[in-house]
């Protein structure tokens, strides 16, 4: 058996006699398939072991009958720089958060560092620096798509050329910055996706100083991509009025774990009720006031498949398919092609659950056995959550 610590492999690796497989798809959460063949960090082959091409492989993953998952991608963090923040001054949050099943974060805006420039010479120096840092570091292997430029008042159509020329793919939370009227924001929002820079939009009361409410006029009228933290971060709209965003818009609706837990329920009901699950993404919104949540992921997909009812198989969906396809990421799913990012998991010891998916159901979250990015197991059994019954072995790598 090797060493958890020195398994690191471009080459060929194997993940067999897998017990459930989450694909990340929500028109088809859970596939027939026990078997995962990677090369290069890239999914080669997903089906039964028997009709999959086993030679060669430097590494031999048994999986032990637990659970592989897409990795996690949380929608909606606030870094500043590497694995770092001053929000709470804590360091290894990233990794921490790794523990927690979390492969890829995308970063809502650095909003949280002290003396952030608001001109706009400087908001897109910020940007780009923060996209070319995270792109060449990722702390515990997680992938961290920041460089998300908090708009302004004054800026132009060219600035948001310059952004996306310099690589720069989002915008931070339309409405922390001074631009907050739906048609200022509308005008800027449409320059960005012009030139493929994804936007967010900030819903609900003010979060920081200098934030300010966005209603869901303000929202409706923006048209951002994504209705960031549609529950509230922390404060939420109206009940009534998130419901009325699911109805009317036909974006992104993203449900973020430091916000309104009742509206979020009600969020994820409304988007099944209107027939657009696939529409739903999930985030923690974190590091923020409320603190960082290495097992915040988690933690929303066991409220919302407990409390709102909600098969946990979909959910996972979440938290993994609709996110990468909203985010034009390639992971979440599992299937030909995409990165081999996963989070290995089994039911905790001692849960009511008989299996995973009812503990889940239940409310509890799962133990994590392993997490492996890009083809490369980043950590074992996790540090944070509960042990889980079963943890994978490996059975051979260098």
Avoid at 55 to 73: N, S, Y
């Amino acid at each position: 058996m090797a060493d958890i610590a020195t398994i690191g492999s471009s080459g060929k690796v194997v993940i067999k006699n897998i017990g459930l497989l989450l694909s990340g798809d929500i028109d088809q959460p859970i596939l027939q398939a026990d078997t995962i063949v990677v090369d290069n960090g890239l999914i080669t082959a997903v089906g039964r072991e028997k009709d999959c091409d086993l030679e060669g492989a430097q590494t031999v993953i048994d999986a032990r009958q637990t659970c592989v998952c897409p990795g996690l991608i949380d929608s909606h963090v606030h870094p500043v720089f590497g694995d770092w923040t001053p929000r709470q001054n804590q360091i290894g949050w990233i990794d921490s958060t790794m523990n927690g099943g979390v492969t890829t974060m995308v970063s809502a805006g650095e909003v949280h560092l002290p003396g952030r420039p608001k001109d706009i010479v400087g908001l897109k120096a910020l940007a780009i620096t923060a996209q070319r840092a995270f792109d060449n570091f990722r702390p515990g292997g997680v992938k961290v798509i920041a460089g998300a430029p908090i708009i302004e008042k004054g800026m132009t159509e060219q600035d948001f050329k310059e952004l996306a020329e310099a690589g720069v793919s989002l915008l931070g939370e339309v409405g922390l910055g001074s631009v907050k009227a739906g048609y200022e924001a509308k005008e800027m929002v449409a320059w960005a996706r012009k030139y493929g820079i994804q936007s967010t939009i900030h819903t609900g009361g003010p979060s920081i100083p200098g934030s300010g409410m966005i209603d869901k006029d303000v929202v409706l009228e923006a048209d951002a991509d994504v209705i960031g933290h549609i529950n509230g971060g922390h404060t939420s709209l109206p009940e009534a009025h998130v419901c009325e965003l699911c109805e009317k818009s036909s974006r992104a609706i993203e449900i973020v774990h430091n916000g309104n837990e009742r509206v979020a329920i009600a969020a994820a009901k409304a988007a099944l009720e209107l027939k657009c699950p696939h529409r739903v993404i999930l985030g923690t919104d974190g590091p923020a006031g409320s603190g960082v949540q290495p097992l915040g992921m988690l933690r929303m997909v066991a409220l919302l498949s407990s409390l709102a009812n909600i098969p946990a198989e979909l959910v996972f969906c979440f938290a993994t398919g609709n996110t990468a396809r909203i985010r034009n990421l390639n992971c979440g799913l599992i299937e030909v092609g995409r990165a081999a990012d996963f989070v290995f998991m089994d039911r905790a010891q001692h849960t009511a659950g008989k299996t995973l998916l009812e503990s889940v159901q239940l409310g509890d979250i799962p133990g994590v056995g392993m997490v492996m990015i890009d083809g490369i197991v980043r950590c074992g059994r996790s540090r944070n959550t509960p042990p889980a019954e079963e943890i994978p072995v490996v059975l051979s790598g260098h």
